[in-house]
């Protein structure tokens, strides 16, 4: 399948250099594409990725995770992608895992990459995780282990229609959980795959993720 990958960004300059180049010796066997979508990073970060021959969304200032991710897949949409591939720009999801989602993704409308032990979190963001788990399982359940995960692919020969009709909530920081509440509200019911995978922990640099995105987020849960 004809691959874009997604990668948000605000000041991931130490780590764009090592995991666009990691996405390309992993995905050298298919057509792909990177696109970055920037919010405003002050450490060359969009500079950097450009030189990688990544393409790059600066949208100067930040505007919300779960608004990044939907310009992101819009492009890849746009682009005449087959999958796109949403994933943290800070090397906690393994690039080599990359492939196996959009294998899977051919055979799914949506292939969720499902964390196995949470080892590499402070205590603090794994009782928020918890929490917000429980809440997510409670909105929408339907069997699936990981409905936190930001590390998923997506069909767009599928999907790329309920994408353009999407609005998500700028600062939720939850997209895919979000994303499978409106299909379900749409009517549709999409073939979900899901792959287990080691979360790994941040090389550089620090979280994004404030008080604000966490209240977001639940407000949004509440709120569908």
Known sequence: MRT?????????????VII????????????????????????????LAAELGAYVIERGRR??????IHAGLTYCVGGGFDAG???????QHPPRVV????????????????RVGRDSL?????????AAEWLAKLAYGDGITDLMSGFFAVNLNTMGKYIAGFTPTPRNY?????????????????RISQVPYRQLARVNGASKMGLG??????MTVMRK
């Open 4 to 16: 874009c990958v997604v990668l948000p960004t605000i000041n991931e300059a130490d780590n764009i």
């Open 20 to 47: 666009i180049p990691a996405l390309r010796f992993y995905l050298r066997g298919l057509d792909h594409g990177v696109v970055v979508v920037d919010d405003g990073s002050t450490d060359g970060t969009p500079t």
């Open 63 to 68: 505007l919300g995770l779960g608004s990044a």
């Open 85 to 91: 591939v949403v994933m943290d720009a800070d090397l």
């Open 99 to 114: 492939p196996t989602l959009v294998s899977e993704c051919s055979r799914a409308d949506i292939c969720i990459g499902v």
């Open 122 to 130: 402070p205590f603090y963001r794994r009782v928020v995780s918890s």
């Open 174 to 190: 939850k997209y895919l959980l979000e994303f499978l509440m409106y299909l379900r509200r749409a009517g549709a019911s999409p």
């Open 213 to 218: 995105e966490v209240i977001t987020y639940f």
